[in-house]
């Protein structure tokens, strides 16, 4: 194994870092609490996979029909306890991107110190994917922080070679599969530095190796079972996500100079950051008492790390990017801008190859930077989304009138099926989301009138105590789907309702509704429990 000893802190340095932990958890907790009350106040309905989410929390499953299931699984835990406000997709999106960081300054204290790694963390969490989309609750934000574990447990298993490490890394690297299969592209990175560094012909290396797949395959073990059962239905939802399918429209190099650009746009607040603490450095050091002559500027931060280090950074920092670019440019495949979620987390280091001086100055100079940017970001974001988008009347996930249109649903409900509570509704995610979680008690969403899809109806008749059937083309739906249409068919009361999305200019909802009413064996139940 490679010799650490030249970047490991001693103790006396671990012990100076130890009021560094207060900070980092200080920042992380003020994180979470601004963008999750600020969005919590500013939104009327979450994003559509944060509602997609809510919806799927509905039962504990091996996996799901377009995804694997952790971001499911979390939910479902957290709706067990909080129910499903809309608020809480925000929190937990917050909470996940937090508990990144934390894995982020975890790995920098492997090779440099405390306060340095800080500073990695910092300039990192201004980019959009630790900040506005980690508001979008979804695989591709709940996956980071177990992309970021698994890149810790990598380099300390690669440096200390102890099994537990190996161990925790294929535990991690399962967590992060199972989020969503892209985390493949994090381990082709990994792979590329193992043969760098020529670990292939490492014996116990190998070996840890064994031992990381291991659990890897443990973890995996439930999921793959639940995929032979389900005809692999997320693999061939990911092959169609990434297929162009023969769109005459699509060229290659257009799609690949568009995913760079928007990645570039989403890193810009981190380069701002980096932009305002080197000029206010420039600065500071104009002011400074004159250096005498002969003096050695101090060295860069990078110059401090060891050869191995700098090259683990590069490696396995940017290889996923490159990696994905390349096999987009070669198969010709289509590149979502949002599948990068993860690709960035280790770029806040790149600061060292130009940041010098003394840490304190700098650490709270990039503190200070990074707090105005994060409050600006996210105080721009909750007011665009909100009051701004709702008073000019744009068509937005945030100010959608959910609220407002399950109460009316609700109300017919009552109207037609007096003295029995509304439990299902039949619609699109979106449109059934919204009307089922503001419903007191909860309502489940039969999504598309598919049993696959729904599969917290499976051991139950969905029939039995009748169901709201609705539709719209006014949101993300292009209209009800087959069995959404044969449900609505068979519904003994049929209406329309109408909202405003926002203000009066704004477009109109126009939600087609229909109600199966309850067998008999659930009217007798409901008039027992009263």
């Given at each position: 194994m490679a010799s650490n000893a030249d970047t490991i802190p001693t103790p006396a340095a671990s012990a100076r870092g130890r009021p560094t932990v207060f900070y980092v958890l200080l920042f992380l907790a003020g994180m979470v609490v601004l963008w999750a009350v600020l969005c919590g106040i500013s939104h009327k309905s979450p994003d559509l996979d944060n509602m997609e989410e809510l919806v799927w929390a509905s039962s504990f499953e091996w996996g799901y029909y377009k995804h694997p299931p952790v971001p499911a699984w979390f939910m479902y835990g957290l709706t067990s306890l909080f129910g499903k406000p809309i608020w809480l997709t925000f929190l937990a999106g917050q909470l996940f991107s937090a508990l990144a960081l934390w894995f982020v300054w975890k790995l920098g204290c492997e090779f440099t110190t405390p306060r340095r790694a800080l500073i990695a963390m910092l300039s990192v969490s201004v980019t959009a994917y630790f900040s506005v989309r980690a508001t979008m609750y979804n695989h591709n934000s709940v996956q980071m922080w177990s992309i970021v574990a698994s890149t810790w447990f990598y380099y300390r298993a690669l440096r200390h070679g102890r099994s537990s490490d190996w161990l925790w890394l294929g535990a991690a690297c399962g967590m992060a599969f199972i989020t969503k299969y892209s985390a493949l592209i994090q381990f082709a990175a990994f792979f590329l530095f193992f043969l760098r560094q020529g670990y292939w012909r490492d014996r116990a290396a190998l070996r840890g190796v064994a031992l990381a797949l291991l659990t890897f395959l443990l973890v995996l073990a439930p999921h793959v079972y639940w995929l032979f059962q389900h005809a692999f239905e997320p693999l061939y939802y990911a092959d169609k996500s990434i297929v162009p399918a023969g769109d005459p429209q699509f060229s290659v190099l257009s799609d690949i100079w568009g995913f760079l650009t928007t990645q570039l746009g989403r890193l810009s607040p981190m380069l701002v950051a980096w932009i305002a603490v080197y000029v206010w450095s420039r600065r500071a050091a104009s002011r400074a008492v004159a250096v005498p002559d002969g003096a050695v500027a101090a060295p860069r931060y990078a110059q401090a790390l060891s050869a191995w280090d700098r090259s683990f950074l590069l490696i396995v920092g940017i290889g996923p990017v490159l990696l994905t670019v390349l096999v987009s440019g070669v198969l010709g495949t289509r590149l979502g801008s949002s599948w990068a979620s993860t690709f960035f987390v280790l770029f806040g280091f790149y600061a060292y190859w130009w940041l010098r001086g003394d840490e304190r100055v700098m650490l709270r100079r990039t503190a200070i930077v990074v707090v105005v940017i994060q409050v600006l970001m996210a105080a721009g974001y909750a007011i665009g989304r909100g009051p701004l988008a709702y008073y000019t009347g744009r068509k937005t996930d945030s100010t959608y009138p959910g609220k407002q249109i399950s109460l009316q649903m609700q109300d017919v409900w009552r109207q037609h099926v007096p003295g029995v509570p509304l439990t299902l509704v039949a619609a699109g995610t979106w449109l059934g989301g919204n009307i089922a979680v503001h419903v007191r008690p909860s309502a489940n969403v039969f999504i598309d009138g598919s049993l696959r899809e729904s599969p917290w109806l499976k051991s139950v008749d969905p029939m039995r105590c009748g169901m709201l059937v609705a539709y719209s083309?006014?949101?993300?739906?292009?209209?009800?789907?087959?069995?959404?249409?044969?449900?609505?068919?068979?519904?003994?009361?049929?209406?329309?309702?109408?909202?405003?999305?926002?203000?009066?200019?704004?477009?109109?909802?126009?939600?087609?509704?229909?109600?199966i009413p309850p067998r008999p064996d659930c009217l007798l139940r409901a008039t027992a429990a009263r």
């Open positions: 083309t006014a949101d993300h739906s292009s209209g009800p789907s087959a069995a959404v249409r044969k449900l609505y068919d068979q519904a003994s009361y049929k209406g329309v309702v109408q909202q405003r999305w926002s203000t009066p200019k704004s477009p109109l909802i126009v939600v087609h509704w229909g109600i």
